[in-house]
């Protein structure tokens, strides 16, 4: 199902593809008037003009989808998945927030076509209940905030070069690389009660000016690159 809209919105009722994928090409903006899923299908692909946004912080566009890839203008970008969602490719080109949010199950964050898994001017907000999984980079100049309620948090590259980089796991933040997993001004981890942040033989590797840090019973290891001010570390276990 292909959409478009050369110089106007898209105002999204419901659009179902129980086999394909959906194509949205706005103009202006990707507008919800409502709180039922608006896109049912394989796959979402939306494009939005350069000052364009889809939906909005009050009204997400609802999504049960396998698969997004997004270019937003400066508007940004609240989605609200329903059920496990993969990225490949998200790109926000202004300073309006960019959010992802999965109600059930994981999100996992791809490449597209450019190394870079999702690239954003204003906050980025990525969050599942299950667990989110950073397969690539995540590049933002504002504060990036990463939320598994009751998974695990994989770190491939986060960077956010003019903000803080927030973390919270329901289980343990994981690192599975040697490059640096963190670039920022600063860093606040929490995880769950029995969780840990990194492991003995791979502890995430940071280049941050401060750290904040709560981990759980299995303890927690960093590898800084260059300097660290710590502000509160506390383990519970």
Do not use: F
Not at 31 to 47: P, Q
Not at 163 to 178: E, K, L, M, N, Y
């Amino acid at each position: 199902v292909s959409v478009q809209a050369t110089t106007g919105n898209v105002s999204v009722g419901e659009i179902n593809s129980s086999a394909g994928v959906v194509t949205i090409q706005a103009g202006g903006s990707v507008v919800d008037g409502d709180n039922a899923i608006d896109v049912t299908a394989l796959g979402l692909v939306i494009t939005t003009g350069s000052t364009g946004a889809i939906g909005s912080s009050t009204d997400a566009l609802e999504t049960s989808i396998n698969t997004l890839t997004l270019s937003v203008g400066s508007g940004g970008a609240t989605i609200s998945e329903s059920n496990g969602l993969e990225t490949t490719g998200v790109q926000s080109t202004g300073a309006g927030a960019l959010v992802v949010n999965v109600l059930a199950g994981d999100l996992t964050v791809k490449a597209g076509t450019t190394a870079v898994g999702i690239q954003a001017s204003g906050t980025l907000g990525l969050s599942a209940a299950g667990a989110v999984n950073i397969q690539t980079s995540v590049m933002s100049v504002g504060n990036v905030n990463v939320q598994a309620t009751s998974g695990n948090v994989s770190v491939g590259e986060i960077n956010s070069s003019a903000g803080v980089v927030t973390i919270q796991a329901g289980g343990s933040v994981i690192d599975g690389d040697s490059a640096i997993d963190v670039t920022a001004l600063g860093l606040v981890i929490t995880t769950g009660s029995a969780g840990a942040n990194g492991s003995s033989s791979d502890a995430p590797e940071t280049s941050v000016n401060t750290l904040t840090l709560s981990a759980g019973s299995a303890g927690a290891l960093i590898t800084e690159s260059n300097g660290l001010e710590t502000t509160g570390l506390q383990p519970t276990g």
